[in-house]
């Protein structure tokens, strides 16, 4: 029983990253351009975000700035595509690599320290406890005492899902994708639009990588992000921006995550749980793009 | 009598191509104004400047009286100007309401819209433009000609006034084209200002109120449609220059090079094209005609190799080909003109040469062992653009720079070059004006005497009565009909191709 709670648990808090980044990503994924830059994105945010925790002594600072580089990155991203014309894939893939390349940088110069960051004075995200959740004592072991982004993840698929089907902008951000001269026929710029999905996108992230290093683990590690951001990507694409079904993929690959980390080694060799949810990412998009294939051709 | 429109001395220059040459254009409110021009004339600049899509580089413009600067769409649609694209710029996901009201959304608070008064207001433009279409459904799942019709519905809905079409009927079966007409004669009554771009002379004399003619960026002059003809509209737009006539004279065909036998072609589970059986023999055009989506396409794709046969058999020169894929097909003498110029025959962010030299690279006057022969690809393609006189300032730039006939031509020109003995043409006067028309059509005949056996597919009567030695007609995926042109009349091909008539 307590195994069987704690695993769960175990699942919801690896389900948060993945779901706010591919929530993130869904913005751009339905304005037509998909984000392959959210695993730097992550990686900086969570780096940032924990220095300025533990410097400022702060929890709101870390949030703050972690996301804040995200933005910026962000921001780096659209000018590149959508002011230079440049590829969305070669740019995503550059800033992954040099975000990975200018984090080892600043903890060796400023931290002298090879892969990992760890302070006493780190001020982590805040544990949210609900006092109403203690009458019943599973939900309470089940669903009390969560890292602060936990629950809001869950949240912002309620969020998302009324932005994109119910506002204005959700109508424009889903026509940007499926027609752009739909949207600049009816007078409004397809960059102004994008950009705007290119900075909720970079927040998301920025918050999904805060997570990692001041909620789930406690600390930075350059390994932390771990694909996490390409992970993201394909729950994005199974979904083509649905946050329903982002939702229930991120999940799949949470619970993925976490057996993972429970198999015992004595039975299969510990590299096999690893590639658990690569190889789930890669079936689904297998299965994916059959779906996506049947469907195209009966709509013509 | 106010204009809508009065432009002075509107210049557009792209680097050095004069695409529009100080042009005083007016257009009178409340009347149909129709623009005519031979290919890169300079036709869709003008309305682009209208609808400030582009800037001029030179001139003033004047809407209702009022000198305006256009600097985007947004500011055109604040001014009642409306432009209908040739492209849809529908979003098929949405209902006809979310996308009529795509960036006007109306919200009673920050974040919510109320459809239902869209819908209200969506209702009665329908009906006006007596298209009673469900309000409720993607708008995906409604035919291209409903689509078209929509597309002005649209432009009503943000209070157009002024309505500008560009080549509006291109892609219209006949009917589709009469209900558009009449659309817009309805609209003229309702007051509105209509600019259509044509090239078919027919649609202009029949609906507007005033024609004028634009060659190489200069107006040549506008005029009440009663007061010229279509000679004189002719020699406006292609100067003094004669145009080729054509001749066509019977002669015996050869043997039957292309061989189909009870061919069927599925799209998933829908059988497209039912039992179809004909030959197309060296020296004759088989014209292929019916109301669009009747499998015609289907067809052809089949044919070439695009699309697999999922029963029967096709044989080219004695040989089966259906397992072979397009690559060998072509290789062994097929070349293909396809219906969606723009989508499937060229790629438009490559450079004209780039277009012009694909399907000729593999060829060995134009490779030494893996290298190509730039000097030997570039003369040829010069040859092309001279022979099909497309208008472009040099080999490098983008093919999507071109204008949209001057595209046509281009893939036209490709494919006729590959001197194949079978030729697959589909619509090849879609967009292109009347001497290049002509040009093509004289160039079919001249294949055709020399012994290529040629798949002409058109819904064009005039074409398909020219040109064919004998005609096929498909309705609902099947060959209702194959009969020659002189044993027929246009009522009778009518009745074959809505299916209330067959002969095989
Ligand atoms: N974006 C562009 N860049 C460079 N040249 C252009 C561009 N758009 C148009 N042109 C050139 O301007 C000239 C006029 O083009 P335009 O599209 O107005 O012709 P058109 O009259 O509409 O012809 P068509 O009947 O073929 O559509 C052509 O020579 C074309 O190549
Ligand atoms: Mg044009």
């Known amino acids: 029983m307590e195994n069987t709670i704690e695993f769960l648990r175990a699942s919801i808090r690896l389900t948060t990253p993945l779901l706010m980044a591919a929530l993130g990503g869904a913005f751009m994924q339905v304005s037509g351009v998909p984000n392959v830059g959210m695993e730097g994105m992550m990686l900086i945010a969570a780096l940032v975000g924990y220095i300025f925790c533990f410097t400022t002594g702060s929890w709101v600072m870390g949030l703050f700035f972690g996301v804040a580089a995200a933005v910026i990155v962000g921001i780096i991203y659209a000018i590149f595509v959508l002011r230079l014309k440049a590829d969305i894939f070669a740019v995503g893939i550059t800033l992954n690599i040099m975000m990975g390349g200018i984090a080892a940088y600043i903890i060796r110069r400023y931290y002298d320290q090879i892969s990992i960051l760890l302070s006493q004075d780190a001020k982590l995200l805040p544990i949210l406890s609900f006092s109403f959740l203690d009458k019943s004592p599973i939900l309470n072991l089940l669903l009390n005492n969560y890292s602060l982004l936990i629950p809001i993840s869950f949240l912002l698929v309620a969020a998302t899902y009324i932005v994109f ?120 998009i297998i299965l994916m793009s059959r779906y996506a294939r049947s469907f195209t051709s009966s709509e013509q | 009598m106010t204009l809508a429109i009065e432009t002075h001395q509107i210049t557009k220059l792209y680097g050095d191509t004069v695409a529009n040459d100080h042009i005083d254009f007016s257009v009178i409110e409340g009347h149909i104004h129709a623009v005519l021009g031979e290919n890169g004339a300079g036709k869709t600049t003008l309305v682009k400047i209208l609808f400030g899509e582009e800037m001029p580089t030179e001139g003033e413009i004047k809407i209702f009286g009022k000198t305006v600067t256009i600097h985007n769409p947004a500011e055109a649609l604040d001014l009642s100007i409306g432009f209908i694209h040739q492209h849809f710029t529908l979003v098929n996901e949405f209902t006809i309401a979310q996308n009529f009201a795509l960036g006007i959304e109306p919200c009673n608070n920050l974040f919510f819209c109320d459809y239902d008064t869209v819908n209200k207001k969506v209702k009665n433009i329908l009906d006006m433009l007596e298209m009673p279409l469900k309000l409720d459904v993607p708008v995906g799942s409604f035919s291209v000609e409903e689509r078209q019709i929509m597309e002005i519905g649209k432009a009503l809905y943000r209070g157009a006034q002024i309505l500008i079409l560009d080549e509006p009927t291109s892609v219209l079966t006949p009917q589709k084209i009469e209900k558009l007409l009449d659309i817009l004669r309805k609209l003229r009554q309702e007051g509105k200002t209509i600019i259509m771009i044509t090239h078919k002379l027919e649609e202009a004399f029949s609906i507007a109120d005033e024609i004028s003619v634009l060659r ?255 005609i096929g007609v498909m309705y609902s995926g099947e060959l209702v009909a194959i009969t020659k042109p002189e044993e027929i009349n246009r009522f009778e091909l009518g009745q074959y191709m809505v299916g209330s008539r067959r002969n095989c």
């Open chain 1, 165 to 284: 089907y119910k506002t204005p902008f959700g109508f424009w951000l889903r026509a940007a994708g499926s027609n752009p001269s739909a949207v600049s026929a009816s007078g409004k710029s397809i960059t102004g639009i994008r950009l705007s999905a290119f900075v909720i996108s970079a927040v998301f992230c920025g918050m999904a990588g805060v997570h990692l290093s001041m909620g789930y683990l406690g600390m930075f590690a350059l390994s932390l992000v771990a694909g996490r951001g390409f992970i993201a990507l394909a729950i994005v694409l199974f979904g083509s921006g649905n946050p329903i079904i982002v939702l229930i993929a991120s999940l799949i690959f949470g619970i993925a995550d976490a057996a993972s980390l429970r198999i015992p080694t004595e039975v299969i060799p510990p590299q096999f749980p690893l590639m658990l949810p690569y190889i789930i990412t890669i079936l689904a």
């Open chain 2, 216 to 470: 190489k960026g200069v107006l040549v002059a506008t005029l009440p449609h009663d007061r010229v003809n279509r000679e004189q509209l002719i020699r406006m737009m292609v100067g003094e220059e004669p145009l080729i006539t054509l001749k066509k004279e019977d002669h015996p065909f050869g043997d039957a090079l292309v061989q189909v036998r009870n061919l069927c072609v599925n799209n998933y589970d829908n059988r497209i094209v039912k039992n179809v059986s004909f030959e197309i023999h060296r020296g004759e055009i088989f014209g292929l005609t019916g109301v669009g989506g009747n499998g015609q396409a289907e067809l052809v794709e089949a044919l070439i190799g695009m699309r697999p046969a999922s029963e029967g058999d096709i044989r080219f020169d004695g040989k089966s080909v259906v397992h072979w894929d397009i690559q060998k097909r072509r290789l062994s003498g097929m070349a293909y003109v396809p219906e969606n110029r723009i989508e499937r025959g060229a790629a438009v962010s490559l450079s004209i040469l780039d277009n012009l030299v694909m399907g000729h690279h593999y060829l060995p006057e134009f490779h030494q062992g893996l290298l190509l022969k730039y000097k030997n690809l570039q003369s040829f393609a010069r040859d092309i653009i001279k022979d099909f006189e497309v208008v472009a300032s040099s080999l490098e730039i983008n093919a999507g720079s071109l204008s949209g006939g001057n595209l046509q031509k281009l893939i036209i020109g490709r494919e006729f070059s590959l001197n194949t003995p079978f030729l697959i043409v589909a619509y090849p006067s879609q967009g292109i004006d009347i001497r290049t028309t002509k040009y093509v059509h004289s160039e079919l005949i001249r294949r055709r005497d020399t012994g290529y056996a040629i798949l002409l597919v058109s819904g064009d009567m005039d074409e398909i009565f020219n040109l064919s030695d004998r």
